[in-house]
């Protein structure tokens, strides 16, 4: 039997990004695979789903943690440019 779970009162927390937006869309990251690493032997071109934040563009750490091989600089969201 499956255990029923009232989700309304479920304890979620918001996760933001650093500028404190609570709103993030849909992006895929292509990533490379090499040869080596690869199932087939080939360099595999390798789609990864990821959450962009709607304000700065940028992909926050609770996503790009979950990230195979990380993300790039470009797409961590900056820390030192706040807004309070
Ligand atoms: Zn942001």
Do not use: H
Not at 45 to 65: H, M, N, R, W, Y
């Amino acid at each position: 039997m499956q255990k029923q779970i009232d989700i309304a009162k479920l304890d979620y927390k918001d996760c933001g990004c650093p500028q404190k937006n609570l709103m993030f869309q849909p992006v895929t990251l292509i990533k490379r695979l090499s040869a080596i690493m690869s199932e087939t032997g080939k360099e595999e071109i390798v789609p990864i789903d990821a959450f962009q934040c709607t304000l700065c563009g940028k992909i926050p750490d609770f996503v790009s943690e979950k990230i195979p091989g990380g993300i790039p600089d470009e797409a961590k969201p900056n820390k030192t440019n706040l807004i309070t």
